[in-house]
């Protein structure tokens, strides 16, 4: 079911952010839920996809203003339309982050998912960077596209004299199968925005001049009618990309029909997406990994400074999904039977443990949000020895553990077979990760 909020209101890409995350102070905890009749899983699972069709909506609509400001800044750059640029960025972040919750078990999801928010990636692929360059694992992190008009590819030479959303996606994108070659999606913009982050631990993002957009001799860095063409290629993509999976969650959507075609593979399919987010994703290769090689290359979102955010949102997406609630970026709210209704009928115990560790992963989170906000940014807590930085990822990592646990605890209560949760040697191996 949809309905509006008793005010609805318009936002601007500041005020979207803020209106959805000022904060865990907006975010109360869960009342504990009681026994009754279980709700009909289809009815469930309709409300989830309903729940994925709006927030897929949201993040496309957020994507079009995005597209809207990168066009502003390119065909009138200053510092006013490059800060407009960046904070439309930082706004479509909100809803898109909140969908990460359908990841992992929505195979629709999982192949689609790369061309918007693969991560992390060898950004001298795409435009001039401090130091790099080729290496063993990668022989083309230093290609720079913007920067030439033809390259070598596998042997191949490539025409790249024209930069179109063809060339990004299908020869760029994961070049030569190499997973660092990220052409496309979020994290390409962010980087064509605020370009690299120098600062290591030290507290500032990336600082990018609007000037390189600018005409003619006011040009830094070079090349910037090309730079600009990569932008507006990227944008059209994230677009594309995006109107895309919206279509796949509509009435005759095939990841909305492949649900609830099987409902016990669906309710498992949404429990395996938490289960997988909170353990090897978020609480492994986005927290642990980052805190234990002390290296802010591991920020989720590290041109921008905007990592605390998106962990933020991809735990409020977790608790959207099984609390079978949205709030959409213009008040607009998206709620239906639950999969915690489902739990609670069979086990209240198991609800209500699982309410209890969302609330927990979203207090941690949201202490970390508050840290960086008050001028602790995140970079600054992975740094060697920082006491205050390990406590606050290190809680939000525990609090996602458990979490996970809750999540194989609410499986064993509907009596589904046990779940495949995405793993991280950072969690199942440390050892591993240094070696």
């Known amino acids: 079911m949809i309905r509006r909020a008793a005010s609805p209101f318009r936002v601007s890409a500041l005020a979207m952010a803020a209106a959805l995350g000022a904060g865990l102070a907006g975010v109360p905890a869960f009342a504990p839920a009681h026994a009754a009749d279980a709700p009909a899983k289809d009815a469930v699972l309709a409300a989830y996809a309903d729940i994925a069709r709006a927030s897929y909506g949201d993040s496309l609509t957020s994507a079009r203003s995005l597209r809207d400001a990168l066009a502003a800044l390119v065909a009138e750059p200053s510092a006013a339309t490059m800060q407009a640029a960046r904070d439309a960025w930082l706004a479509a972040r909100v809803p898109y982050q909140q969908t990460e919750a359908f990841r992992f078990g929505n195979a629709i999801v999982d192949d689609w998912e790369g061309k918007v928010n693969a991560w992390p990636l060898d950004e001298g ?176 979102d590290c041109f921008s400074d905007n990592t605390h955010n998106s962990h933020y949102y991809d735990g409020m997406g977790m608790r959207n999904v099984y609390t079978g609630r949205y709030v959409g970026i213009d008040g607009t709210i998206t709620e239906g039977p639950s999969v915690s209704e489902l739990v609670a009928a069979s086990d209240p115990e198991a609800d209500a443990a699982m309410r209890e560790a969302l609330d927990r992963s979203m207090q941690a989170l949201g202490d970390i949000k508050t840290a960086a906000e008050g001028g602790f940014s995140y970079d600054m807590m992975l740094a060697r020895g920082s006491a205050e930085g390990e406590a606050l990822i290190g809680g939000a990592v525990e609090a996602l553990v458990a979490q996970t646990r809750a999540v194989e605890r609410a499986v064993a209560a509907l009596e589904l077979e046990p779940i495949a949760i995405e793993g991280s040697d950072s969690l199942d191996n440390p050892n591993a990760v240094f070696q």
């Open 125 to 300: 692929l795409i435009d001039y960077v401090d130091g790099g360059g080729a290496t063993d694992e990668n022989p083309y992190a230093a290609v720079n596209v913007i920067a030439n008009a033809s390259f070598e590819l596998s042997g191949e030479t490539v025409d790249a004299s024209a930069i179109t959303p063809e060339l990004l996606s299908e020869t760029l994108q994961e070049a030569d199968g190499i997973e660092a070659n990220v052409a496309t999606g979020y994290h390409a913009i962010e980087f064509l925005l605020w370009g690299q982050d120098l600062n290591g631990v030290e507290a500032g993002a990336g600082d990018r001049p609007w000037t390189d957009y600018a005409k003619g001799d006011d040009c830094t860095g070079g090349n910037c009618d090309r730079r600009g063409e990569y932008l507006l290629a990227a944008a059209d993509l994230l677009v594309s990309d995006l109107e895309y999976i919206v279509a796949q969650w509509e009435e005759t959507g095939e990841a909305r029909t492949t649900l609830l075609d099987a409902p016990d593979a669906g309710i498992t399919a949404i429990l395996t997406g938490i289960g997988s987010l909170s353990y090897g994703e978020q609480a492994g290769e986005r927290m642990k990994l980052g805190m234990m090689l002390n290296d802010p290359e591991e920020e989720h």
